[in-house]
C-alpha cells in the first residue's frame, strides 16, 4: 500500500503538471510563438525570450519542441536555436523553487484546493481562453495536491534505514558515485519525460532525509542530461537543422554537466555560501538544491553564450548536411 501510496501521489503530481503546462501553452502558446519569431534576432534577445517563455509555460521541453519546428521551418538559425535552449533551461527552474517554497514550507493544500475551486468554473465555458485558464488552475491544485501526499506516503527515514540500502550501496565512492547518481537522474528523467517532475521528486527525497544534498545535486545533473530527451524524439525524421538543434541542447546539457562533475565540491561550497542555513538538515536542503539547479545553468549559459557562433560551427560538422 505504501507502494501504491508513492505511485499514485506521483501520478496526481505528474497529471497536475501537465495539465497546468498545457493549459499555460494553450491559452499563450500561439502568441509566444510568434514572439519567439520576433525576439530572436541575435544570441542574447534569443536567451531572454526562452528564460521568458519558459518562465511563463513552465517547460523547457515545450519550448525546445518549438525552437525544433521552427528551426525545420527555416524560420530560425541555429545560433539563435541555441541562444533560446540556453534561456529555457534557466527558466525552467523555477518550477523547483516554486515546489521548495510553496511545497514544504506552507500548508500548500490552504491554496491548492481554492485554486481547483476557482478554475471548476471556467472549464464549462465557451471561451478557449477561459477553458485554458481553468485548466492551468486545476492543474496548479493537482499538481501541489500529488506533491503534499507525496511528501506524506514517502516513509520517514528514520523508521526505516533499511529502505536506504539500494542508495546507499552507490555512495562513499568520491567521483564514480557522482557518476552513478548522474546516470541515475538521467534515467529516471526520460523514465517520467519531465525534468520539472524528476526534480520535484528529487527534492521530495532530500526533504524526507533519503538523499543528502550531494547525491540530490548529482540526480540534478543528471536531470539536465534526461530532459533534453524530449527535443532528440521531437526532431527525430525532421530535417538535418531539427537535428542539429537536439543535438545542439544535449551536447550543451552534456557539457555543462561534465565541467560541472570537475568544480562539483567547490561548487556545493558556493551553494552553501549563497543559501542561509546548513544543507545537511533536511528542512534547508530543497532551498540549497533550486539554488544549485539554478546556478548552474545560468554559470552555463554565461561561460557558454560567448560561444555560439563557434559551438553552432562543430554541431555543422557533428552533423553535416
Known amino acids: 500500500m505504501n507502494v501504491l501510496s508513492i505511485v499514485g501521489s506521483l501520478g496526481l503530481l505528474l497529471y497536475g503538471m501537465k495539465l497546468m503546462s498545457d493549459g499555460l501553452q494553450n491559452s499563450a502558446g500561439e502568441k509566444l510563438q510568434k514572439l519567439l519569431g520576433y525576439m530572436t534576432h541575435n544570441r542574447f534577445t534569443a536567451f531572454l525570450t526562452g528564460l521568458g517563455i519558459t518562465s511563463v509555460i513552465q517547460s523547457s521541453s515545450a519550448t525546445t519542441v518549438f525552437v525544433v519546428s521552427f528551426v525545420s521551418a527555416g524560420l530560425l538559425s541555429l545560433t539563435q536555436a541555441i541562444g533560446v535552449i540556453m534561456g529555457a533551461n534557466i527558466g525552467t527552474t523555477v518550477t523547483a523553487w516554486i515546489v521548495s517554497i510553496f511545497g514544504f514550507k506552507f500548508n500548500i493544500i490552504k491554496l491548492a484546493i481554492p485554486a481547483i475551486a476557482i478554475g471548476f468554473p471556467f472549464i464549462f465555458t465557451k471561451s478557449k481562453s477561459k477553458k485554458y485558464f481553468g485548466e492551468t488552475l486545476i492543474g496548479f491544485g493537482i499538481l501541489f495536491i500529488g506533491l503534499m501526499y507525496l511528501k506524506d506516503s514517502v516513509p520517514d527515514i528514520n523508521k526505516y534505514p533499511d529502505a536506504l540500502k539500494f542508495l546507499t550501496s552507490f555512495t562513499g565512492m568520491g567521483f564514480l558515485s557522482n557518476i552513478i547518481f548522474v546516470i541515475i537522474g538521467t534515467l529516471l528523467t526520460v523514465i517520467i519525460q519531465s525534468s520539472s517532475a524528476a526534480m520535484a521528486i528529487t527534492l521530495t527525497m532530500t526533504y524526507a532525509g533519503w538523499i543528502d544534498f550531494q547525491t540530490a545535486c548529482a540526480l540534478c545533473l543528471g536531470e539536465n542530461i534526461g530532459t533534453t530527451i524530449t527535443a532528440q524524439l521531437a526532431a527525430f525524421g525532421q530535417s538535418i537543422h531539427a537535428r542539429r538543434t537536439a543535438m545542439a ?35 534547508n536542503t530543497p532551498s540549497h538544491l533550486s539554488m544549485f539547479h539554478t546556478m548552474f545553468n545560468v554559470v552555463n549559459s554565461a561561460i557558454f553564450i560567448w560561444f555560439v557562433p563557434a559551438y553552432a560551427k562543430l554541431i555543422e560538422k557533428i552533423l553535416p548536411g
Open 249 to 283: 541542447h544535449t551536447m550543451f546539457n552534456v557539457f555543462g554537466v561534465i565541467w560541472m562533475l570537475i568544480s562539483f565540491s567547490y561548487f556545493i561550497t558556493f551553494i552553501d555560501f549563497l543559501v542561509p542555513g546548513s544543507a545537511s538538515d533536511s528542512a
